[in-house]
């Protein structure tokens, strides 16, 4: 029992002295904490200021907490050894371990429990620091009396310079705005000098804080700034006898002002501020030009550059994320590391350059590394952060090494030649934009090769027809060399004339066999790989164009209609003029999508199948059972008919009262549909005026003309007519004068 009550004892002596600690600490630290917010309040007004109290009692809390948290247990055994001698100096026994004393240690540590528990409770707490909370309180007192009794400085008078406020009609005794004037302070890390807006509104960068300083006479009873939104913002009077108030502007909104016993013309009017919202950088790659890079020969480094941009400014430095990729299959493994890059220019404008030492990477034969560059503005407290595309170094794979086996041979020795027209597109023209870089001969003969690419995607589509008068173009690994069709010049198909000496397989007229083929001639050796060599050997080489077909007419129409354009696109890519050959590649490419969107219809060649005709009805006049000819005409439903609706509603109908409006449901669609309005405010000061003034007319008429754009578009209209050139319109003109007449 003694030593339970020792230890409860002891146990409430030891929280009362970190509780005496803490609040010690707490009172020296709450005075400046204090100064601290009518420093700020000051400077940046009420809100700024309790902010700053707020955070400043938090740390002196902090620092009171710490203090007691030093009240530790080796702390309680020295306060006890000194404040009592009847422990004597043994009040260590009272927190060890039983099983680690010996006999006589624990017969003394039951005397000091015994001690503990007979005595009066040990008072561990330390004395007040009485000297220090004076002198602290009496020097933050006499900082907050200077700072709000220091005289305004010469810039902050000129700051609330007033500007005459628009003169409004007012009986006598009612309040009158007289001067008025809008400070604009912009975000610190804009850049933006301070200015003033005497028309109380403008365009101002998003964060900026906004200072209102308004003088009336006589002096209302109180006024507010009221928002449309429905916030309110009291203005308070100052020891001048100027009305003040302040805000941080978020995001645009429009406002008015509003004094007790005011005129209303004075309180209609609206004040529009837009919030011009800081833009994320813009990044762009200068190096290396493509996306997807292959590894040339003794290449040791890999050289980036990036350009960023930003409206404000950008962080002094780049985040570069390197990823390697090292082998194949499901063994792949991924190694990440992030470098910074340092940006060379200005604030608003930098350069990121970057070399990547390969061999220091770990790069090697059948690898990809894969980099990004990331960047951040200098907006705070939250920046915004940009990455570019992903850059991709590779370097290819052993060929040999690739599979095993005929089927590895094959894939190793296959080049993936059938380009796609949308890939031949760009390839022509990066093409075109390196021309001026290219020797003559390097530029045609690379025109030409896109030509060659455009000529196999040509006889690739062209099966689709069933063409048989060019074959598969053989592999590059075949020796089979010796087509003489495929080096005579001629004419091709549809007499288009073939560039390069590629010409056409003159037609063979047809054997008297049934099929329409010479069955009787020597067989053609079978290529390897190539399956319209074995096709010809072993079966008809005409079961492809039996497959055409299958095709309705229209889409036939579309592919020979895409084949007739990559004629033309072959032809000046083979003569060297990618430019010329462009827009015949891109309607090339537009038929080929309306081929694949293109639906096939298989129809049984069967006649109809008619109702036979009852004979016996006919010139009888007899309508019975007969379906009704004229469908009834149902009126559509708009998918959103409330902007309909309120548009009806605003129409003017004269001699008639002005239909009522929504204004509910439309303040509801606004804010569901904020992307369908251009100008979201001009929106909400227009229906503003129609609530404000339901009669009038103009207001009205406004806010028609804003619902007119946002309307849905019917899904069928008769498109107008064309006006013609000056020609036609003097025709008409001279048709509608002599009608006049």
Known sequence: MNAAAAAQRLQQAWRAARWRRGLDRAALALPWAAAAAAVLWRASGASLAAAGFAFAAVVAAAWAWRAAAAFDRRWLIRRLDGLRRDMDDSAELLFARSETLNELQRLQRARLQARLAAGAPPDLRPAWSGRGIALSGVAASVAISAVLLWPTSPSARRETALAPAPEVA????????????????????????????????????????????????PQPTGAELVFLDGQRLPLQRGEDGDWRAQRLLIRSALYRIVAHGAPAAQSQRLHRLDAIPDRPPQLRTIAPDRSLSLVGPDQRSWSLIFDANDDYGLAADASLRVTLAQGSGENIVFRERTLRVPGRGGAAAKRYAHRLDLAALGFARGDDLIVQLSVDDNRRPQAQNVRSASLILRWPADQGSEATGVEGLVKTVMPAYFRSQRQIIID?????????????????????????????????????????????????????????DAERDGQGRDGHAQAGGEGGVADKPAAPDEDGHDHARPPV????????????????????????????????????????????????????????????????????????????????????????????RRLSGERAGLARRGDPLAAATAADPLPAALWQALQPVPGAAAAP??????????????????????????LDAVRQRSDCADCRARLRALLWPVLARPPAAVSRRAAGDAGDRRYFEALQAEAGR
């Open 170 to 217: 007012a009986a006598p005794g009612q309040p009158r705005l007289l001067a008025q004037n809008l400070h604009v302070r912009a975000p610190a890390y804009t850049g933006l000098p301070a200015r003033d807006e005497p028309s109380l509104q403008g365009r101002v960068a998003e964060g900026s804080r906004l200072d209102w300083t308004l003088r009336f006479a």
């Open 428 to 484: 022509a023209e990066a093409l075109i934009a390196q021309r001026r870089k290219l020797e003559g001969e390097r530029f045609v003969q690379r025109s030409d090769a896109i030509g060659v690419d455009q000529r196999l995607l040509r006889l690739r589509y062209g099966q689709f027809l069933g063409e048989e008068s060019e074959g598969a173009p053989p592999l590059p690994t075949s020796d089979a060399h010796d087509d003489g």
């Open 525 to 616: 050796p079978a290529r390897f790989g190539e399956a319209g060599s074995v096709l010809e050997q072993f079966g008809h080489t005409h079961d492809i164009a039996e497959a055409a077909t299958l095709l309705d007419p229209k889409t036939r129409a579309l592919l020979k209609s895409a084949l007739d354009e990559m004629w033309q696109s072959e032809l000046h890519l083979r003569q060297g003029r990618p430019q010329q050959a462009l827009p015949y590649a891109y309607r090339a490419l537009r038929f080929i999508k309306q081929v694949q969107q293109a639906s096939r219809i298989y129809l049984a060649r069967v006649g109809p199948e008619l109702p036979p005709i009852d004979f016996t």
């Open 661 to 686: 409006v929504d204004y509910a449901a439309l303040e509801r669609w606004l804010d569901a549909h904020p992307e369908r309005v251009s100008d979201p405010l001009a929106f909400a000061a227009a």
